[in-house]
């Protein structure tokens, strides 16, 4: 299991960019993906996230300017942000979520892409 | 909101110590908390889920306790590649997810 992070880079404020994660050793439609992003010198937010089904869910400090989505036959999960603001600033990873019961953990995480939202 | 106190923040051990990390949410989990280590730049690692399974790979020194609102991480006997910062998680309270604020974990 490999996933790879592309996109980040450095955006004006206001603006948009798109991150990729390409997945292999599993299907990203068959699992449940999510961002989670790291502020520098900061902890680990959960940003993102859809589910097998499609379902998707946001933090609200995201909900209305980012996109989670998929592309099956790419086999890549993607994060549209839109109206980024200096607070975005943060390393984003994709990880994979094994589920289990009613919860479910982290067990695939890629290695991060870093975005910085500066004029 | 669910909040999530991890304690301490903070902390100073040698090679050899065994050491506790606790992890406290301010409602019911159950069991679904996780653990995780991230070293500096890189990528956090599964350590241990559902409070207290270890992760395939991971050293059984490793090892984690709790159910409700109270979890702790215990690390037998410190060994020099396990300086890093250490974060708990849920995923019992909806939206899918919580962290805990991280524990630094240094050489003394």
């Known amino acids: 299991v490999q996933l790879m992070e592309t996109g980040g880079g450095l955006v004006h404020p206001g603006g948009s960019l798109t991150l990729s994660c390409a997945a292999s050793?599993?299907?990203?439609?068959?699992?449940?993906m999510s961002w989670v992003r790291q502020a520098p010198g900061k902890g680990l937010e959960g940003v993102s996230f859809i589910y097998h089904d499609g379902t998707t869910y946001y933090a609200d400090s995201v909900k209305g300017r980012f996109t989670i989505s998929r592309d099956n036959s790419k086999n890549t999960l993607y994060l549209q942000m839109h109206s980024l603001r200096a607070d975005d600033t943060a390393v984003y990873y994709c990880a994979r979520a094994e589920v289990i019961g009613a919860g479910h953990f982290f067990d695939y995480w890629g290695q991060g892409t870093l975005v910085t939202v500066s004029s | 909101d669910i909040q999530m106190t991890q304690s301490p923040s903070s902390l100073s051990a040698s090679v050899g110590d065994r050491v506790t990390i606790t992890c406290r949410t301010s409602?019911?989990?159950?069991?679904?908390l996780n653990w995780y280590q991230q070293k500096p730049g890189k990528a956090p690692t599964l350590l241990i889920y559902?409070?207290?399974t270890l992760q395939s790979g991971i050293p059984s020194r490793f090892s984690g306790s709790g159910s409700g609102t109270d979890f702790t991480l215990t690390i037998s006997s410190l060994q020099p590649e396990d300086f890093a910062t250490y974060y708990c998680?849920?995923?019992?309270?909806?939206?899918?997810?919580?962290f805990g604020q991280g524990t630094y974990l240094e050489i003394k």
């Open positions: 998680q849920q995923s019992y309270i909806k939206p899918p997810c919580t």
């Open positions: 409602q019911n989990v159950r069991t679904y």
């Open positions: 559902d409070a207290s």
């Open positions: 050793g599993f299907s990203v439609s068959a699992d449940y």
